[in-house]
């Protein structure tokens, strides 16, 4: 039958390894089971073809999504599924659906209220487990395929990559329960922790069968069944939205109930977690570029988790912050297979621009705030908890260890301006910043965001906070990074500089739009185009990417660049990026695209940046209000009658700029639907780019919420005039 060749085809085996199998003993873990004080937090977000329920309460969080295929869905991407995601621990559990049938695209699932409780979930508090309940209901019969239950990293790998490691999958406990139910259980490789998924019938339904075949699968008539998706983790202290948000920025509370509820959703005492349900944990670029673009509306508690954090993580060997941690039943195996017998975290420290963001948090807060520098010695006294290779530092240490690095990886290129001496990719990695895709840089290893903005940002935060008192026994760098800043500041752009002669650059996009089948629009092109490619040292052809970008956002948002007629230039070859449309430049109907390559005149570059690439011709959500608050900044700056930068008196560079921050903002006040979504795609039809979720097309899916796309909640336009 059609569902056990898909079952052949993932490669995956639910195995039951001595018939009905027990858990495993456990040791005593006991939650509360009192009321919670204040009610529930309930919000749910369609998003076809997945429906999202968020539940939260004082001892737990859980975000449910259902899927189920609709019409002109693509059945080898989409298909049923009904997936519990918690925080804590970055846990989830998966149950694969497949039509009994065999009939791809004839099942259909979805969640209905409870007739108890008029609610579509409800919270599972027990003293041994937390979770969450709910009514399924399938429109036909149905067989569970694929269970995985765990780690929200185990269930990624097989949703991109259509299989996880055997080790996740031999050791499933299968029961049938008295009630015409089923229950499938597996503990982790702690040997303590366990996740149970319960389906019992309701109104009716027939008995759920157990399938004993190589694979052992669950079987289901049409109808409803309770599920119970439970699990016995320490759980997080969550940040409210009253806890998460700045007392002055309460109003956003009744103003903005979704963007705030999934705020608080991603916002706990210790963290502030990437995105759900696929980066439901810690990531440092992402947590402290939101907190720099929020931190307006944000608490202390929130800020300080987001700085805590990563001080928390950074690898006391040589300073590098870390990008991910590891935790849970992920972090467990990964042990495991090293060879040590242990739980405890780990981290990934193979990207090269999550240092500099570090001591730019750490100014803006504890330097520019009043309330930062009034708890700013408290705060750097505590010591480090989260890794036991940090045991005996505390915070200050631990941000005098990634200023040291920053000082020392940054001082050739401030002695010697030469290529060799920028910042490159690690030897071994073929990704280091935000584009952490293979080909998000196009295979370049020297990228411009870090190079042209984040060095010389983070240079001049540790000047200003050696001004400050902090880092004594560096008391030179007061003067030394701000001299490297200067440098770097300067310096970098030339490396990246591509200009392609107007009538080359007509041509280019002629022949890239043919083979995209969109308008070329190049009556816009009036001449020469200059942009500033993705990154530099590429393996085969110029040493420049040839792809055009949104990354001059970092630029503008992290720095006041002092060069005049350096800044001039810039502004107005980035104002054009946004006043030209794609492919010309970087403006659609739905956004802007974070890449276009329609200058590079390779159809293999081409394909490599294509609207299914995940760092391609796509919209990603931040980098909108990243240029926004950017551009903003820069045109702020003309209202200094004193020191404003020479293109505020330029009347017509300053009124393209002008032009280029409206434009911008009409297509964000345009786009509001998908704002809080991670990335998005398109096609063209009708004349114009429609929203196309990426998730349709590949296997990525788009987190429905993501952390740094809430920034919204605190990026705004201004009036700089028309």
């Known amino acids: 039958m059609a569902f056990l060749g898909f079952l052949v085809t993932v490669a995956l085996i639910a195995t039951a390894t001595a018939g009905l199998i027990a858990p495993v003993s456990q040791e005593s873990l006991s939650f509360s089971t009192s009321s919670c004080s204040d009610a529930a937090s309930r919000l749910y977000l369609s998003d076809s073809p997945h429906d999202n329920y968020f539940y939260s309460d004082c001892h737990t969080s859980a975000h449910v999504i259902v899927t189920s295929p609709q019409p002109g869905s693509n059945l080898d991407i989409v298909k049923p599924r009904l997936l519990v995601a918690w925080p804590a621990g970055n846990s989830g559990a998966l149950a694969l659906f497949a039509p009994e049938t065999g009939q791809q695209g004839t099942l259909a699932v979805s969640l209905e209220k409870s007739t108890t409780s008029g609610e579509w979930l409800d919270p599972i508090n027990q003293s041994t487990r937390v979770g969450v309940s709910g009514s399924i209901k399938f429109n036909d019969t149905a067989r569970l395929t694929v269970p995985i239950l765990g780690s929200i990293r185990s269930i990624r790998d097989f949703t991109e990559g259509g299989s996880v490691s055997h ?36 109104n009716g339904a027939q008995a759920v069968k157990l399938n004993k075949e190589a694979a052992w699968t669950l079987s289901f008539g049409a109808g409803n069944y309770r599920f119970d998706a439970s699990y016995n983790y320490p759980q997080l202290d969550q940040l409210g939205p009253s806890e998460v948000l700045d007392q002055s920025a309460s109003s956003l509370i009744s103003q903005n109930p979704d963007q ?32 720099l673009l929020m931190q307006p509306i944000l608490s202390e508690s929130a800020i300080e988790a987001v700085i805590g954090a990563v001080l928390e993580r950074v690898n006391r060997t ?94 050739p290129f401030a002695n010697s301006q030469v290529e060799e001496n920028l910042i490159h990719l690690n030897n071994d990695q073929p990704v280091g910043e935000w584009r952490d895709s293979n080909n998000g840089l196009g295979g370049g290893r020297i990228p411009y965001d870090v190079n042209a903005a984040l060095v010389p940002a983070g240079l001049r935060a540790i000047a200003a906070l050696s001004r400050a008192g902090f880092f004594p026994d560096h008391s030179d760098w007061a003067d030394t990074a701000e001299d490297y800043a200067q440098i770097w500041e300067d310096s970098t752009l030339q490396f990246f500089q591509v200009t392609v002669p107007k009538a080359s650059a007509t ?6 739009a043919s083979s995209i089948s969109v308008p070329a629009n190049v009556s816009s092109i009036t001449g020469d185009i200059t942009y500033f490619g993705l990154a530099v040292d590429a393996p085969t052809g110029p040493s420049v990417v040839p792809v055009m970008n949104t990354d001059d956002c970092f630029r503008l948002f992290f720095l006041n660049t002092t060069n005049a007629s350096q800044l001039s ?154």
């Open 318 to 411: 040589d300073g590098t912050a870390c990008h991910e941690e590891v935790i849970g039943d992920y972090a467990t195996w990964l042990n495991r297979k090293d060879g040590i017998s242990s739980s405890k975290p780990r981290c990934d420290y193979k990207m090269i621009d999550t240092d500099f963001y570090l001591p730019i948090a750490m100014k803006n807060y504890f330097v520019d705030t009043q309330d930062g520098q009034q708890r700013s010695k408290t705060f750097f006294a505590k010591t480090a908890t989260f890794l036991s290779e940090n045991n005996g530092l505390n915070y200050m240490q631990l941000a005098q260890l990634t200023a040291e690095k920053i000082m020392r990886i940054a001082a």
């Open 260 to 291: 705030t509820t999934s705020l608080s959703f991603l916002s706990y005492t210790d963290k502030l977690l990437a995105g759900t349900w696929r980066f439901l944990t810690y990531f440092g670029r992402d947590s402290m570029i939101s907190m």
């Open 507 to 512: 041509s280019l996009v002629q022949n890239y």
């Open 569 to 722: 230039s810039f502004l107005s070859q980035t104002a054009d990026h946004i006043l030209q449309p794609f492919p010309v430049g970087l403006s659609t109907d739905v956004g802007l695209m974070v890449a276009n390559p329609a200058y590079a005149g390779d159809a293999g570059v081409a394909a490599n940046f294509s609207k299914q690439d995940y760092h391609g011709t796509v919209v990603w959500s931040w980098q909108l209000a990243m240029m926004g608050q950017g551009l903003a900044r820069q045109l702020g700056r003309c209202s200094s009658s004193n020191d404003a930068p020479d293109f505020c008196n330029d009347s017509d560079l300053h009124a393209k700029v002008v032009a280029a921050y409206n434009r911008l903002w009409d297509i964000i006040d345009a786009n509001q639907a998908q704002l809080s979504y991670e990335v998005w795609s398109w096609r063209y039809a009708g004349g114009g780019y429609e929203v196309v979720q990426l998730g349709d097309l590949v296997t990525t899916e788009s987190d429905v919420r993501q952390l740094w796309s809430l920034t919204f909640l605190a990026v705004h336009r201004e009036d700089f005039g028309s």
């Open 167 to 202: 080790d996740f999958q031999g050791s499933f406990g299968f029961s049938l329960n008295a009630d015409g139910g089923a229950t499938v259980n597996r503990t982790w490789f702690d040997g303590v922790t366990t996740t149970w998924l319960t389906f019992t019938p309701l």
